[in-house]
């Protein structure tokens, strides 16, 4: 089964820094997607960034960036120019291009706390 | 274009008795998916609907089910309350099919188990 780890409960960066979030995942499927997440607390989830494995081109969207290392299962998540808008919960997750098994795994999350 | 509305936003209900949680997704999205999101367990999948048909299923009792209508909107029902279904309960669409991309996701429904 596809999992997700996401080993930094917690971040801390200061405004205008920049900074990364790590995700490795588990999986024996070639064909996949890589999301990463944003949760603002008492607001709804809503896509960062998405990245196709079969790309070899990372992902950029604005200030948002991501390192995928297919043949290490890594997906990190860099954020430069942070802002304090930026605070959240960000979850990584894994989705499988196959039709049978195509729910999206999460990992526990990563906390993002922007300093002024 | 109107996001993922999930009602009720807040519900509190004692041991037994039983819920249900109604997702409108995205115009034109016609797959539906739901997931429980705790403090401990994170976001748990629960199950995916697609076309009025469970295309998928997680690793829940069988108390938790679900429902599509013909309009995409969906439903999903927890009966015999537990105080561990105490959690954020969250509806996502996309347009589905396979490979069809990201989930949408609502605000989601807050149940309090007493």
């Known amino acids: 089964a596809q999992t997700v780890t996401q080993s930094q409960p917690e971040m801390s960066v200061q405004e205008a820094e920049t900074v990364t979030l790590s995700c490795t995942y588990d999986t024996s499927e070639s064909d996949y997607y890589l999301f990463w997440y944003k949760q603002p607390p008492s607001r709804q989830m809503i896509l960062v960034i998405r990245q196709e494995a079969y790309k070899q081109q990372n992902a950029t969207e604005n200030r948002f960036s991501v390192n995928f290392q297919k043949a290490a299962k890594s997906f990190s998540l860099k954020i430069s120019d942070s802002q304090l808008g930026d605070a959240a919960m960000y979850f990584c997750a894994y989705r499988s291009a196959l039709i049978a098994n195509n729910d999206m795994r999460f990992g526990a999350g990563t906390r993002l706390t922007v300093k002024p | ?114």
């Not at chain 2, 037994?16 to 539906?32: D, E, K, M, N």
């Not at chain 2, 829940?60 to 089910?65: C, E, L, N, T, V």
Request: net charge positive; aromatic share 12%.
């Open chain 2, 1 to 114: 274009k109107a996001g993922v509305t999930q009602t009720p936003r807040y519900l509190i209900k004692t041991r037994g008795q039983q819920v249900t949680l109604s997702c409108s997704p995205i115009s034109g999205h016609r797959s539906v998916s739901w997931y429980q999101q705790t403090p401990g367990q994170g976001l748990q999948f629960l199950f995916e609907y697609f076309s009025e048909t469970q295309r998928n299923k997680g690793n829940f009792p069988g108390r938790f089910s679900g429902r599509q209508f013909s309009n995409s909107r969906s439903e999903m029902n927890v009966s015999t309350l537990e105080l561990g279904d105490s959690a954020l309960y969250l509806c996502a669409s996309r347009k589905g099919g396979p490979n069809t991309g990201e989930l949408f996701f609502g605000e989601g429904s807050r149940l309090t188990v007493l």
